[in-house]
C-alpha cells in the first residue's frame, strides 16, 4: 500500500477527498459523493425512469441536482416537447432547485459554470459526455450515462476508476487568432481519439496561464473526444476570480504534487500551432486551415458548448463587422446562455451578425448534434465552432462537419470555403 | 453464461452517433430505438441480426456522446455481447449498467472475423472461435462489475445495496 505523503496528481486528490481518504491509487475502483450531478432533456427522462425503479421516493439532495433541457429545446416536435413535460415535472414534484426553463437556461456546460453551480474541487457527474468541461475550474468532472445519473440522484454516489493522468505542457506564444479551439484540436490530432482512453488530461503550462476562462473551458470541453475521463486544470488567480463572485458555498483547492506520477508528458510549443480545423469525421482529423481553402461550404456554426461564450462571439464579430456572409452560406450564430446572449447584445455583436447577414439563435444546443435550428442536408459541408464531426452528427449521413475556432468560421462563412481571417481583413 | 452466436464485425472509433443518431434520440422506447441502430454505419444491420448476435469491433468502440440510449439500442435488437478491442469508457459503463455484456480484448478481437461463430464462457472467462478453432482466456472483470452484472444491472444492484443497508 502506498503511504498517504506518496505524490498525487490532482485528479487523485479529488477523487480521495470525495471518498473520505487521503491518498487513492490510480486503477482503483472507489465509490465516491458528489458535489452535482447534471441532466438534459435526452439523458434525464431515462434516468428519470430508472430512477423510479430504485424505489428510493425523494432524490438524495434537491440542491446537488442539475437539470437543463438544451438539446431539443425549444422544444423541435411533438415528442420532444412530451420528454420535457415529463422532466419538468419530475422536477415540480422532487422541489429540483436548479432547474433551468426556457428563458433562463442556456447550453448545460456554459450555464452551470456562469451559475456558479460548479466550483474548484468539486467531483460532478453528469448525463452528458462534455460534462468534463468544468476540469478548467480545477474540478474533477465527467460524462456518464442515464442510468449512473439515476444512481447517483438516489445515493449521491457513483463508482469511479481513479484515472492515471496525461500531462501537457503548453509553452511559447500564440500566433494570432489562435484560441483554446486551436490548442485542444492540435492535441487531439497529436494523440487521436482514443489517446487518453480513461485518463485524466491535465493541461499546464505557461500558455495555460494566460488563456482566458473562456478558451480553457473550450480546451476541458473536448478531453472526451480524446477519450478522456476529466480535462483537468489548476486554479489560478483567473479561475477564482471567475468563481468568486459566483460561488454560494466554500470550495476546495487541489494542486498536483511534484512528483505525482503521470502516464505520460506532452510538451508542446504553441509558437508553431497554426488556427486548425478538423476534417470530417474524426476530430483528431486536425489540419492546418490555410492548407483547406480549396473546401467550399454550405453552412457555417458558431455556438455550442464548446465555442459559444463571449470571447467567441467577439471574435466572430470583430470578424463579420462590416463585411457579409457569401450568398452561397447559411451563417447560424448560437449564443450558448441567456446572459452571454445578453452581453452579446450590449456590446453590439448581435447587430453586427443581423447586418452581415448571419441568423443568431436562442440558446440551444441545436445543429451540433443535428437536433434542429441547421440540419444538413445530404451532401452538404459545414465549418463548425461544435466539437464533434462523426458521419451524420449534424444532419444527413452524407453530410460533413468540419471543426474550427471561432475565426476559422466567421472567415469560411464570409468567403463561401474554409478561410483565415487575413484573408477576409 | 454461455454464449454461442455468429459474428458481425466492425472497425475502429465506432460513435454513438451511428449507433442510435440524435434525431431518434427523442424517445426512450427501446422497441423504437433497436429499429434504428446502427442505420448510418450499415443499413444491413437488421438483415445481419437474423442469425447473428455477437458484435466485434476494434479500438475505442462507442466513443463520443454519452447516450445511454446506444447500448440500450444494441441490447434491445438482441445483441447479445460485444467483443472490441478497446472501449470507449462512458459507454463501457453504461453497458455494464445496464447489463449489456462487453468484453476488451485487443488479442481477440483482432482474431475473430466477419460471420464467425463463437462460444463465450463468461463465468469462467473463454472465447473459442469455432470457426478457425482459436482459444482465447478473458481477464478476469472485477469483483465490484461482476456484482453489478449479475444483479442485472446497476438499478437492481443498488436496489439490493439500499435494502440491505437499512
Ligand atoms: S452543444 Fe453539442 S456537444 Fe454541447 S451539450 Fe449540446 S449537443 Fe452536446
Known amino acids: 500500500m502506498a503511504a498517504n505523503n506518496t505524490p498525487q496528481t490532482m485528479a487523485q486528490k479529488i477523487l480521495a477527498y470525495h471518498c473520505g481518504r487521503d491518498y487513492v491509487n490510480t486503477g482503483e475502483l472507489i465509490n465516491a459523493s458528489l458535489d452535482l450531478v447534471l441532466g438534459n432533456d435526452i439523458t434525464m427522462p431515462l434516468a428519470i425512469e430508472e430512477f423510479k425503479k430504485i424505489g428510493v421516493g425523494r432524490v438524495f439532495d434537491d440542491k446537488k441536482i442539475a437539470i437543463v433541457p438544451d438539446h431539443f429545446t425549444p422544444n423541435k416536435d411533438i415528442k420532444s416537447a412530451q420528454q420535457c413535460k415529463f422532466v419538468r415535472n419530475f422536477a415540480k414534484n422532487q422541489d429540483i432547485k436548479n432547474y433551468f426553463e426556457i428563458g433562463q437556461m442556456g447550453i448545460e456546460h456554459a450555464l452551470l459554470p456562469e451559475k456558479g453551480l460548479v466550483l474548484p474541487g468539486d467531483l460532478v457527474i453528469g448525463a452528458d459526455s462534455h460534462t468534463c468541461t468544468y476540469g478548467a475550474l480545477g474540478a474533477a468532472s465527467t460524462g456518464v450515462g442515464s442510468t449512473d445519473v439515476a444512481v447517483a440522484m438516489a445515493t449521491g454516489s457513483a463508482w469511479f476508476m481513479v484515472p492515471e493522468s496525461i500531462k501537457f505542457e503548453y509553452s511559447g506564444s500564440l500566433k494570432p487568432w489562435v484560441t483554446g479551439k486551436d490548442l485542444i484540436l ?27 476562462m473562456d478558451s480553457r473551458f473550450t480546451m476541458c470541453n473536448m478531453a472526451i473526444e480524446a477519450g478522456g475521463k476529466f480535462g483537468i486544470m489548476e486554479v489560478d ?43 470530417p469525421h474524426l476530430p483528431s482529423n486536425a489540419a492546418n486551415a490555410k492548407d483547406l481553402s480549396n473546401i467550399s461550404i454550405d453552412q457555417a456554426v458558431i455556438g455550442s458548448c464548446t465555442n459559444g461564450r ?20 447559411r451563417a447560424i450564430i448560437i449564443p450558448a446562455t441567456q446572459n452571454i446572449y445578453l452581453e452579446a447584445l450590449e456590446k453590439g455583436y448581435i447587430k453586427t451578425f443581423v447586418e452581415s447577414g448571419c441568423v443568431v439563435s436562442t440558446p440551444t444546443c441545436g445543429p451540433c448534434l443535428g437536433g434542429h435550428m441547421g440540419i444538413l442536408a445530404e451532401g452538404e459541408r459545414a465549418v463548425s465552432t461544435t466539437n464533434r464531426n462523426f458521419v451524420g452528427r449534424m444532419g444527413h449521413p452524407k453530410s460533413e462537419v468540419y471543426l474550427s475556432g471561432p475565426a476559422v468560421a466567421a472567415a469560411s462563412a464570409i468567403m463561401g470555403r474554409i478561410a483565415v481571417p487575413e484573408e477576409v481583413l | 453464461m454461455i454464449i454461442r452466436d455468429k459474428v458481425i464485425k466492425y472497425g475502429n472509433n ?22 434504428h441502430c446502427f442505420e448510418d454505419l450499415d443499413p444491413d444491420f437488421s438483415k445481419k441480426l437474423k442469425d447473428r448476435k455477437i458484435i466485434v469491433a476494434g479500438d475505442n468502440f462507442g466513443c463520443g456522446s454519452s447516450r445511454e440510449h446506444a447500448p440500450i439500442s444494441i441490447k434491445a435488437s438482441g445483441v447479445k455481447l460485444i467483443i472490441a478491442k478497446t472501449f470507449a469508457r462512458i459507454f463501457f459503463r453504461n453497458a455494464i449498467n445496464i447489463g449489456l ?49 449479475s444483479s442485472g444491472g446497476y438499478i437492481n444492484y443498488t436496489k439490493t445495496k439500499l435494502k440491505t443497508n437499512k
Open chain 1, 310 to 329: 463571449i470571447e467567441d462571439l467577439r471574435i466572430a464579430a470583430e470578424i463579420f463587422a462590416g463585411r457579409k456572409v457569401d450568398n452561397t452560406v
Open chain 2, 101 to 149: 455484456p462487453v468484453i476488451p480484448d485487443a488479442i481477440a478481437a483482432s482474431n475473430i472475423n466477419d460471420g464467425d461463430e463463437l462460444e463465450v464462457d463468461l463465468d469462467s472467462g473463454f472465447i473459442k472461435n469455432i470457426t478457425s478453432k482459436k482459444q482465447f482466456k478473458i481477464n478476469p472483470v472485477p469483483e465490484f462489475i461482476q456484482g453489478i452484472i
Open chain 2, 14 to 35: 465506432v460513435d454513438t452517433d451511428v449507433i442510435i443518431p440524435a434525431r431518434y434520440l427523442n424517445t426512450t422506447d427501446e422497441a423504437e430505438l433497436a429499429s
Open chain 1, 237 to 279: 488567480s483567473k479561475t477564482e476570480e471567475f468563481v468568486k463572485p459566483r460561488a454560494s458555498r466554500p470550495f476546495k483547492i487541489f494542486r498536483s504534487d511534484n512528483g505525482a506520477n503521470y502516464y505520460k508528458h506532452y510538451e508542446i510549443d504553441c509558437s508553431k500551432i497554426e488556427l486548425q480545423v478538423a476534417k
Open chain 1, 186 to 212: 492540435y492535441t487531439i490530432g497529436l494523440i487521436g481519439v482514443d489517446g487518453a482512453l480513461y485518463m485524466s488530461m491535465e493541461f499546464t503550462g505557461t500558455v495555460i496561464k494566460n488563456l482566458s
